[in-house]
T-cell receptor
Framework: AQSVTQLDSQVPVFEEAPVELRCNYS??????LFWYVQYPNQGLQLLLK??????LVESINGFEAEFNKSQTSFHLRKPSVHISDTAEYFC???????????FGAGTRLTVKP | DTAVSQTPKYLVTQMGNDKSIKCEQN?????MYWYKQDSKKFLKIMFS???????INETVPNRFSPKSPDKAHLNLHINSLELGDSAVYFC?????????????FGSGTQLSVL
């Protein structure tokens, strides 16, 4: 079955700095990849997803992620973060032979003024 | 209107008790799920229901039983609560069980077993 590893449990950055949240997956079949965001005391919300086509996908609030098949990665990036981006970010994957969505352990992004 | 709503938001109870968490979605989705999020934020799928049929049971103890009276509801009943059951439980739904489907999550139920 597919799985996801998020390499950083916490990422502190200053406001307006760039950020990258790392995600690697393992699967023997083709995958669909997702990033979800969880704000404090809320449920998860979809940020962006890769299904097929262009390997670079973008969200409406400035985040982007690039699917890299050779490196089995789907890192999330933003060139300039805001205080309001402080949240928990989860990478997730589904695979050909299993419709279950598997989540990584999450990365806590803290943006400091 | 909240798309996926679950109640209660907080649940504090004693070991050995039986409790239920309710979930409703008004999106017309075919598939609903229960996830458990532990203290380290790790999310693990517990169950999913598609058109009232249980299709996933991820080695969850049989003290946990999902009940779906109709397509819009998936309740979680827990018998003989244990300390290790303390966690945040999230209900979610998706249009179908397709692997490309986006999940819509409720705001979670924080269960504390004393």
């Amino acid at each position: 079955a597919q799985s996801v590893t998020q390499l950083d449990s916490q990422v502190p950055v200053f406001e307006e700095a760039p950020v990258e949240l790392r995600c690697n997956y393992s699967s023997s079949v083709s995958v669909y990849l997702f990033w979800y965001v969880q704000y404090p005391n809320q449920g998860l919300q979809l940020l962006l997803k890769y299904l097929s086509g262009s390997t670079l996908v973008e969200s409406i609030n400035g985040f982007e992620a690039e699917f890299n098949k050779s490196q089995t990665s789907f890192h999330l990036r933003k060139p300039s973060v805001h205080i309001s981006d402080t949240a928990e970010y989860f990478c997730a994957v589904t695979g050909d032979n299993n419709n279950d969505m598997r989540f990584g352990a999450g990365t806590r992004l803290t943006v400091k003024p | 209107d909240t798309a996926v709503s679950q109640t209660p938001k907080y649940l504090v109870t004693q070991m050995g008790n039986d409790k239920s968490i309710k979930c409703e979605q008004n999106l017309g989705h075919d598939t609903m799920y229960w996830y458990k999020q532990d203290s380290k934020k790790f999310l693990k799928i517990m169950f999913s229901y598609n058109n009232k049929e249980l299709i996933i049971n991820e080695t969850v103890p049989n003290r946990f039983s999902p009940k779906s009276p109709d397509k819009a509801h998936l309740n979680l009943h827990i018998n003989s609560l244990e300390l290790g059951d303390s966690a945040v439980y999230f209900c979610a739904s998706s249009q179908s069980r397709g692997r490309q489907e986006k999940l819509f999550f409720g705001s979670g139920t924080q269960l504390s077993v004393l």
